[in-house]
């Protein structure tokens, strides 16, 4: 029996794209499986079914299930970065090529799928055990789209 979880990706027609996108993107990337639709499905047999590939230690299947469905912030995913660069890289890498900005460190890529890059410390500076800090620094991320840790703290250090 497995351990853990795989997340399924529901794409209309682009899970081959995806799925080689997000592992050029996130270190220790690997392309697994790929099953098609068969006769089954006349109308679709012989076209990609879904793509298993592997992340970052996380899981995947990407389906190619249709236009049924759509991605929507409700859902993302955390990147949690060792610095301000490695976060940088990400967020340039994931809005570049059609993706978005939003606020807070949120990006949607250009599939429409929801990440938020997490610089270190930002997580600890917003639930700081010091209501005045972690105010401050959540203020200051508000204002932001893009997160900078060190502008963070900052904040956070004003009196």
């Keep these: 029996m497995s351990k853990g979880f795989t997340t399924c990706l529901w794409f ?5 794209a995806a ?12 392309i697994g499986r790929t099953a098609h639709y068969t006769d089954a499905v006349p109308d679709r047999a012989g076209e990609v079914l879904t793509v ?12 190619n299930g249709g236009p049924e469905f759509r991605f ?14 490695e976060a940088d890289r ?4 994931l809005v570049g090529d059609g993706g978005e900005e939003s606020a807070c460190g949120w990006v949607k890529d250009r599939f429409g799928v929801s990440w938020q890059v997490i610089p270190p410390g930002v997580i600890d ?21 893009r997160l900078d840790a060190a ?5 956070a250090d004003a009196a």
Excluded: W
Excluded at 12 to 16: L, T
Excluded at 52 to 63: A, D, I, P
Excluded at 74 to 84: E, R
Excluded at 90 to 93: G, I
């Design 19 to 30: 799925a080689a996108y997000y592992v050029s993107v996130f270190k220790d990337g690997r």
């Design 151 to 155: 502008e963070l703290r900052r904040a």
């Design 72 to 85: 929507s912030e409700a859902i993302s995913f955390q990147i949690h970065c060792d610095d301000q660069a």
């Design 12 to 16: 209309d027609g682009e899970v081959e």
């Design 90 to 93: 990400y967020y340039d890498t």
């Design 52 to 63: 298993e590939f592997e992340v970052n230690g996380q899981k995947f299947v990407g389906l």
């Design 125 to 145: 500076l917003v639930t700081d055990a010091d209501p005045g800090r972690a105010a401050r620094a959540t203020a200051a991320m508000l204002t932001m789209k």
